[in-house]
Structure formats: structure tokens, C-alpha cells
T-cell receptor, first 113, second 109 residues
Framework: EAQVTQNPRYLITVTGKKLTVTCSQNMNHEYMSWYRQDPGLGLRQIYYSMNVEVTDKGDVPEGYKVSRKEKRNFPLILESPSPNQTSLYFC????????????FGQGTRLTVV | LAKTTQPISMDSYEGQEVNITCSHNNIATNDYITWYQQFPSQGPRFIIQGYKTKVTNEVASLFIPADRKSSTLSLPRVSLSDTAVYYCLVVWGGGKLIFGQGTELSVKP
């Protein structure tokens, strides 16, 4: 089954404690991205990757890092989480940069206290 | 970058046809119009994509007039399970998906 898998689904952490949210897709998609969703602000892109070892900032990259060492994986790293990063996070993938059909993961609800 | 405008919310009843219109006055020649559906606490799900005229799949129809400055997503005979937020996107030349506020559709029995 074609899918994008994020882990964990829920996470409560403390300010400053480094964390990683994993994202994996089994569709051999080139393009992957991370979004955060907040009430009243909608979905905002954090980072995206057009292929292995190619990543770039989205609209709200501050406080986040990503890596793309393999095509299937695109982890989101919060080196020093802060309460304003409390949000619902989604990973997405799609076949190519010009393909508009994206597949989203189930989401990760992160709370930073 | 083409900006989209769609109603913030709509109400409907089960069995009715729902039409959600999106305006995108600055759409570029190479842009595609795409619609996504999102249920609470779930990731958006692709519904349909079109360039011009009409596109239909098993879920919805998409109507695009010749000037492409607007588009209408049509959901036939909605049910309670169609209650969701619907996003209209215009994919610009670089392919970045930008989600606006969407239309919150509420289907009542």
C-alpha cells in the first residue's frame, strides 16, 4: 500500500531537548516536504527536498533542520524545541516537483512545554 | 505567485450537490488547479486536478472556465462523511503547494 509514515504520532517534550520526527515513503517519490498546521494559520511549509541531498527552506524554517540521505526518508529535526513549535506536523511526498498529487502522512502532534 | 480566494465556510444537507468556487485571478499559463480535502487531525488528501474545461473522477468534478481565473469543485450528493475542509491550490511554475485557509464544509442530516 502506498503510504507516508510518520513517527511518532504524539510527542510531549520539554524545551531544549532535541528531537527527531521521522518520515518515510514507499512510493519512490522524489519530492518530500514538511508542513506545520496551526489554528488560524493553516498549513505552512517548513522545508522541502527535491531529491537526495537536495533540501531547501520553505516558509517557516526557523528552528528546524532536515536531511535527505536516502530517497525514502526525510526526518525533521528540532535541535532545541521551544513552546512556539507546539503544532501538528505533516510530512508529504509526491512524484516530482511538477506533480500536484501529494500524499500526506498521518501527522505528528507535538507539544513543547 | 497566484493567490486563491474561496469561501471560509459552507453548509449543506445530505444528498445535495455542493459547489465550492475558488478565484485565482493571477493564474499563470503553466499553473494547474488542484483541490485537497482535509479531515480534522488528518493530512490533506488529493481530490482532483485540472488545467482547463472539466475534469471528473469518482469523487468530484472540477469546472474551469476558459479564462481560468476561477474554478468550481462540485461534490455530488454529499453525505455526512464529506464534512471537511477543502483547499483550492494553484501550483505555480516551481511546483510549490501553498495551502490557503480553505473552505470548511459542514454537511447536516
Amino acid at each position: 500500500e502506498a503510504q507516508v509514515t510518520q513517527n511518532p504520532r504524539y510527542l510531549i517534550t520539554v524545551t531544549g531537548k532535541k528531537l527527531t520526527v521521522t518520515c518515510s515513503q514507499n512510493m519512490n517519490h522524489e519530492y518530500m516536504s514538511w508542513y506545520r498546521q496551526d489554528p488560524g494559520l493553516g498549513l505552512r511549509q517548513i522545508y522541502y527536498s527535491m531529491n537526495v541531498e537536495v533540501t531547501d527552506k520553505g516558509d517557516v524554517p526557523e528552528g528546524y533542520k532536515v536531511s535527505r540521505k536516502e530517497k525514502r526518508n526525510f526526518p525533521l529535526i528540532l535541535e532545541s524545541p521551544s513552546p512556539n513549535q507546539t503544532s501538528l506536523y505533516f510530512c508529504a511526498s509526491r512524484q516530482g516537483f511538477m506533480n500536484t498529487e501529494a500524499f500526506f502522512g498521518q501527522g505528528t502532534r507535538l507539544t513543547v512545554v | 505567485l497566484a493567490k486563491t480566494t474561496q469561501p471560509i465556510s459552507m453548509d449543506s444537507y445530505e444528498g445535495q450537490e455542493v459547489n465550492i468556487t475558488c478565484s485565482h485571478n493571477n493564474i499563470a499559463t503553466n499553473d494547474y488547479i488542484t483541490w485537497y480535502q482535509q479531515f480534522p487531525s488528518q493530512g490533506p488528501r488529493f481530490i482532483i486536478q485540472g488545467y482547463k474545461t472539466k475534469v471528473t473522477n469518482e469523487v468530484a468534478s472540477l469546472f474551469i472556465p476558459a479564462d481560468r481565473k476561477s474554478s468550481t469543485l462540485s461534490l455530488p450528493r454529499v453525505s455526512l462523511s464529506d464534512t471537511a475542509v477543502y483547499y483550492c491550490l494553484v501550483v505555480w511554475g516551481g511546483g510549490k503547494l501553498i495551502f490557503g485557509q480553505g473552505t470548511e464544509l459542514s454537511v447536516k442530516p
